[in-house]
């Protein structure tokens, strides 16, 4: 099964600043990893799918690069609406995996 | 519109069998492959298992040997089985259509 690494945990942060969470996979993962944002009682939301591609609906403050097994995904300009915890998914290999999250708070 | 929503039994007693159904409105099973997905308190997000648009199946071998993934396409519904519940099984399990759209999830607690 492939690890995904992901980090930090937890995340401090002020209204404007840019925030990055980065996942490492145990393998190369051709670029197949996802990153979803959850609220509390919520389900997970789909941001960005295959490293980069935004989905409808996700504003462009969010933004992911990446290659390989090194992957990072970005929000510029923090919103009070962004107070969520985020994961990574990678989906090259079955079983498909995630990261184990980062919780973004707001100082 | 997409929908998603999972039902289930709440509580669950330890070895007994979980049953939760997802429905679905707004698109057609046959098109999109159906996940589960489930998050506990001890291991986060886990990948479950799939059942592919053409209605073949994929588990994680976490998984495997106790759960079962069907659909009733008539129905618009997607069955989650998953036999010899623990307490570690208890949490909220999910069902989503391919990556991009969730149930709000089914709590479930395995508990005597």
């Known amino acids: 099964d492939i690890q995904m690494t992901q980090s930090p945990p937890s995340l401090s942060a002020s209204l404007g600043d840019k925030v990055t969470i980065t996942c490492q996979a145990s393998q190369n993962i051709n670029k197949y990893i996802a990153w979803y944002q959850q609220k509390p009682g919520k389900a997970p939301r789909l941001l960005i799918r295959?490293?980069?591609t935004l989905e409808s609906g996700t504003p462009s403050r969010f933004s992911g690069s990446g290659s390989g097994r090194d992957y990072s995904f970005s929000i510029s300009n923090v919103e009070s609406e962004d107070i969520a915890s985020y994961y990574c998914?990678?989906?090259?290999?079955?079983?498909?995996?995630f990261g184990s999250g980062t919780k973004l708070e707001i100082k | 519109q997409v929908q998603l929503k999972e039902t289930g039994p709440g509580l669950v007693q330890p070895t007994q069998t979980l049953s939760i159904t997802c429905t679905v409105s707004?698109?057609?099973?046959?098109?999109?492959?159906m996940q589960w997905v489930r998050q506990t308190p001890g291991k986060g997000l886990e990948w479950m298992g799939f059942?592919?648009?053409?209605?073949?199946?994929e588990y994680n071998s976490e998984f495997k040997s106790r759960l079962s993934i069907s659909r009733d396409t008539s129905k618009n519904q997607v069955f989650l089985k998953m036999n010899s519940l623990k307490t570690e099984d208890t949490g909220v399990y999910y069902c989503a259509r391919d990556m991009d759209a969730w149930g709000q999830g089914a709590s479930v607690t395995v508990s005597s």
């Open positions: 059942i592919r648009s053409g209605g073949s199946t």
């Open positions: 707004g698109f057609s099973l046959t098109s999109y492959y």
């Open positions: 295959y490293t980069s």
């Open positions: 998914l990678q989906y090259d290999n079955l079983p498909l995996t």
